[in-house]
């Protein structure tokens, strides 16, 4: 009987000291994921995140397949598409939670309706190879790229695999039209597979101009890449990154902690700092190089989020009949 009892107490014992294991899917870079699980769980010791990481495009496409198989498996989902948010949200499959940290967030960068909320900002924008292009050459609007002197030197990503780059083009398209993006394959504009490919082969000298996200910039300057960026003088291209809990989430308190953590000062200075990111928080102090969070948004184009989504498969189809 006494070793009945004594295996019954270790039991609950082990039950009232059990981690909570809160899923997260997310393409957060996996350098700034380590910090932020690192500091989340030191400040929330009984909840265990665990992570499944990948491409925006991959995550997305778990999330349709478990859809099919029953439900999705994640309790909050942090990705780089708002529009995929307003997706799920008109599909009733996110939960609304309106975080007291979010009071300290632009409302450019969150849900009126409070079902998801923007975490970091990346500009998709200008960037150079310092050796090869001095600052008095730079462009300050996109227009300016057509420019002879540009001939066969830029570099960009296809949206056709990067939702960063699929959000520069509905840009483009909006503000010039389709004959400006043909007049860019004109000049010779290099497409390729991925922002990372962009931002490596702008490094090596391979290209003059690259058409990428800031963030990737900075941090290859930061590790001594002759590398640079600019902000163009008007329609920087903004894309925040939300983050929003599953409906019907087991761990609704811990997914609600998690987005607190992440909005949080704390939280967006690991951004900051890990990832060279801007953040959403005025209060927090922007990277080094990029300008006043509220200047930059004055000099940025307000995205129609849920027209892109209507109007995301159109502009892959045209664009692959232009860059063919």
Same mark, same amino acid.
């Given at each position: 009987?006494?070793? #009945? ?7 609950? &014992?082990?039950?009232? &000291? ?26 929330? *010791? ?29 309790? !909050?989902?942090?990705?780089?598409? *708002? ?16 975080? *007291? ?7 450019? &960068? ?10 970091? %900002?990346?500009?998709?924008? !200008? ?20 420019? +002879?002197?540009? $001939?066969?030197?830029?570099? /960009?990503? /296809?949206? @056709?695999? /990067? ?5 520069? @083009? ?9 004959? #400006? ?7 010779? @504009? ?13 490094? +090596? ?31 920087? !291209? ?26 949080? $000062? ?7 700092? $890990?990832?060279?990111? %801007? ?11 990029? *300008?006043?969070? $509220? ?23 045209? &664009? /692959?009949? !232009?860059?063919?």
């Amino acid at each position: 009987m006494k070793k #009945f009892l004594v295996a019954i107490s270790l039991v609950v &014992f082990v039950v009232a &000291f059990a981690k909570v294991q809160l899923v997260l899917y997310t393409s957060v870079p996996s350098s700034i994921l380590v910090e932020i699980e690192k500091a989340f769980e030191r400040a929330n *010791p009984d909840i265990d995140l665990v992570v499944w990481r990948s491409g925006t495009s991959k995550v997305t496409a778990k999330i349709t397949a478990e859809l099919k198989a029953g439900g999705i498996k994640a309790d !909050v989902l942090w990705t780089a598409d *708002p529009s995929y948010y307003i997706y799920l949200k008109e599909r009733g499959l996110l939960e609304k939670y309106i975080s *007291p940290e979010s009071r300290y967030i632009p409302d450019t &960068f969150k849900d009126s309706q409070g079902y998801f909320v923007g975490t970091r %900002i990346m500009a998709v924008t !200008v960037a150079y190879n310092t050796d090869l292009l001095g600052k008095s050459d730079l462009p300050r609007t996109w227009k300016d790229l057509l420019a +002879k002197r540009f $001939k066969n030197s830029i570099i /960009s990503a /296809s949206p @056709l695999y /990067s939702g960063t780059s699929l959000v520069w @083009l509905y840009a483009m398209v909006k503000l010039y039209g389709w004959d #400006f993006l043909e007049k860019l394959a004109d000049n010779g @504009l290099t497409i390729v597979s991925s922002n990372k490919t962009v931002s490596q082969e702008l490094a +090596k000298g391979s290209y003059k101009i690259a058409i990428v996200l800031d963030y990737m910039i900075r941090n290859l300057k930061s590790k001594g890449s002759h590398v640079d960026l600019t902000y163009l003088d008007e329609n920087n !291209v903004l894309i925040w990154s939300p983050i929003a809990i599953i409906k019907g989430t087991k761990h609704l308190e811990e997914a609600k902690k998690f987005v607190d953590f992440v909005i949080s $000062k704390e939280g967006q200075k690991i951004l900051v700092e $890990k990832g060279k990111l %801007i953040p959403v928080r005025s209060d927090v102090e922007m990277p080094e190089g990029a *300008p006043n969070l $509220k200047d930059l948004i004055s000099r940025s184009l307000k995205i129609d989020w849920s027209d892109l989504k209507k109007q995301s498969d159109e502009l892959k189809d045209e &664009f /692959s009949d !232009v860059f063919e």
